[in-house]
């Protein structure tokens, strides 16, 4: 026996220890707090049940099985009994908070169909067919269903259209006041089913996105020639690609004013002196020429 009770739990606790949150039993569970010794037998009845389609609900109001506070127990202190529980809940359908899905692919289409066709949720979901809440839940779970039906509408939103353009054909003196409070229901109708198609107010087109904007800063120098003195305007641009500076413009030769002539007259020849005293022959007999 031991052994089929270890089967599902993994790291088991002991089976005789009550859970310890079974004082705090859980709202939704209406019964009594009680507890039911872990078992193979008992855990493959739930897994099965569950896998079936039953509600944590129904299975849990069995007073052979144990309650919602236990099978939580369970599936948090037997890793292999905790896998196997999600894996019945997920085959019986359950959106995890303890409801089955009802939605249905072929009831789905059908609703969609006779939407198509002018008629309204109200007329459609009569006692053999899912409830409004049902269909909006379905919208909300299922974005198939909820494109389906929404090309639907804009459908029956143009049908509103073809029968208004009808109505207003054959409309006589007689019945022009009638013809016109239809036109308005029917006009409103249309909108309201199709309003991209039919609405007053259209949603506008999106703005496109702006383009990126380079600023490309120029700066210039002036720049010496280093043997005439002569002096010119350089200009550097960034590339766009790089962002590293590029020489793009240059200026034509011109001559220095007097004063920076000078100045560079006085550079050259220092430069001239310094380059002849290195090309001059030290005498290893005078002391001075070491200095």
Same mark, same amino acid.
């Given at each position: 026996m031991a052994s089929d009770d270890t089967a599902l739990s993994g790291d088991p606790a002991p089976d005789d220890a009550a859970p310890d949150n079974l004082a705090t039993q859980d709202p939704d569970d209406a019964r009594p707090a009680r507890y039911v010794k872990f078992s193979r037998k008992v855990a493959d009845a739930v897994c099965a049940r569950i896998a079936a389609g039953e509600t944590q609900r129904s299975v849990c109001a069995d007073r052979a099985m144990p309650s919602i506070a236990t099978l939580r127990v369970w599936a948090r202190e037997r890793p292999a009994f905790g896998r196997a529980f999600a894996r019945a809940r997920a085959m019986g359908g359950s959106d995890g908070r303890g409801r089955v899905s009802t939605y249905d692919p072929l009831t789905a289409l059908e609703i969609v169909a006779r939407v198509s066709e002018g008629e309204t949720l109200t007329g459609i979901c009569d006692p053999a067919m899912p409830a409004i809440r049902t269909v909006f839940l379905w919208r909300r779970e299922h974005d198939d269903f909820e494109d389906e039906l929404? #090309?639907?509408?804009?459908?029956?939103?143009?049908? +509103?259209?073809?029968?208004? =353009?009808?109505?207003?054909?054959?409309?006589?003196?007689?019945?022009?006041?009638?013809?016109?409070?239809?036109?308005?229901?029917?006009? =409103?109708?249309?909108a309201l089913m199709g309003p991209r198609t039919h609405g007053r #107010?259209? $949603?506008?087109?999106?703005? /496109?996105?702006? /383009?990126?904007?380079?600023?490309?800063?120029?700066? +210039?120098?002036?720049?010496?020639?280093?043997?005439?003195?002569? @002096?010119?305007?350089?200009?550097?641009?960034?590339?766009?690609? @790089? #962002?590293?500076?590029?020489? !793009?413009?240059?200026?034509? =030769?011109?001559?220095?004013?007097?004063?920076?002539?000078?100045?560079?007259? $006085? +550079?050259?020849?220092?430069?001239?002196?310094?380059?002849?005293?290195?090309?001059?022959?030290? !005498?290893?007999?005078?002391?001075?020429? =070491?200095?």
């Open positions: 929404r #090309m639907a509408r804009e459908a029956a939103a143009e049908r +509103f259209s073809d029968l208004g =353009w009808k109505l207003a054909m054959e409309a006589t003196p007689e019945t022009a006041y009638l013809t016109q409070v239809r036109l308005n229901q029917l006009r =409103w109708q249309a #107010m259209r $949603a506008g087109a999106a703005p /496109e996105p702006r /383009e990126a904007l380079t600023v490309l800063q120029r700066h +210039f120098k002036l720049e010496t020639h280093p043997e005439t003195g002569q @002096t010119r305007v350089v200009g550097y641009c960034p590339d766009p690609d @790089t #962002m590293q500076p590029v020489r !793009d413009a240059e200026g034509p =030769w011109r001559d220095p004013p007097p004063a920076l002539a000078a100045e560079h007259a $006085a +550079f050259q020849a220092k430069r001239a002196e310094a380059a002849a005293a290195a090309r001059r022959p030290v !005498d290893p007999n005078d002391p001075e020429g =070491w200095c």
